[in-house]
T-cell receptor
Framework: DTGVSQDPRHKITKRGQNVTFRCDPI?????LYWYRQTLGQGPEFLTY????????KSRLLSDRFSAERPKGSFSTLEIQRTEQGDSAMYLC?????????????FGPGTRLTVT | RKEVEQDPGPFNVPEGATVAFNCTYS??????FFWYRQDCRKEPKLLMS???SGNEDGRFTAQLNRASQYISLLIRDSKLSDSATYLC????????????FGTGTKLQVIP
């Protein structure tokens, strides 16, 4: 299966700790997106990359959040000094930029619980 | 006003029924539209794109009304397996992308 993969699938951490999540997109996809989703809500856009360039970052993303995609392949999302409000599902998606489609394909997500 | 709005439901319909969902968007410059399906505690899965001319895939039909700024999803002959949350997505391009998901509409198909 060559779909989007995310690691870890679950993470439990104590408030104040740093966490890092990884996303491996579909291999030929040049766009990669990060979202956060809480219960009863739709995915909330955080940031996206085209190749290694971070093109857009949500105003909702505090300075504690940082994302990288150093070689234009996999990406990492780091949350520093976690807070209980950071508890959510963190979803990664990838797409192939083209003139006709922006279809995104999601990974299984990383469920973060901050205690 | 939210950028993308959906009726959260739940819509409880019997098997075999036809059900329709709408999704309204506020930014008239929006260019691309999609419907995703999300099962409980799973990731969203692309259901279908929404084209200006409408789009049909088996029992599913999606339509776009730019004048009134909404998209719709029609499901005919509902199956138990259609029970899920249906998310609409609106994308504005031109420069950087702006991707906005709705909160989703929950569908429960009843035997």
């Amino acid at each position: 299966d060559t779909g989007v993969s995310q690691d870890p699938r679950h993470k439990i951490t104590k408030r104040g700790q740093n966490v890092t999540f990884r996303c491996d997109p579909i291999s030929e996809h040049n766009r990669l997106y990060w979202y956060r989703q809480t219960l009863g809500q739709g995915p909330e856009f955080l940031t996206y990359f085209q190749n290694e360039a971070q093109l857009e970052k949500s105003r909702l993303l505090s300075d504690r959040f940082s994302a990288e995609r150093p070689k234009g392949s996999f990406s990492t999302l780091e949350i520093q000094r976690t807070e209980q409000g950071d508890s959510a599902m963190y979803l990664c998606a990838s797409s192939l930029r083209s003139d006709s489609s922006y279809e995104q394909y999601f990974g299984p997500g990383t469920r973060l619980t901050v205690t | 006003r939210k950028e993308v709005e959906q009726d959260p439901g739940p819509f409880n319909v019997p098997e075999g029924a036809t059900v329709a969902f709408n999704c309204t968007y506020s930014n008239s410059a929006s260019q691309s539209f999609f419907w995703y399906r999300q099962d409980c505690r799973k990731e969203p899965k692309l259901l279908m794109s929404v084209y200006s001319s409408g789009n049909e895939d088996g029992r599913f039909t999606a339509q776009l009304n730019r004048a009134s700024q909404y998209i719709s999803l029609l499901i005919r002959d509902s199956k138990l397996s259609d029970s899920a949350t249906y998310l609409c997505v609106v994308i504005k391009s031109g420069g950087y992308q702006k991707v906005t998901f709705g909160t989703g509409t929950k569908l429960q198909v009843i035997p």
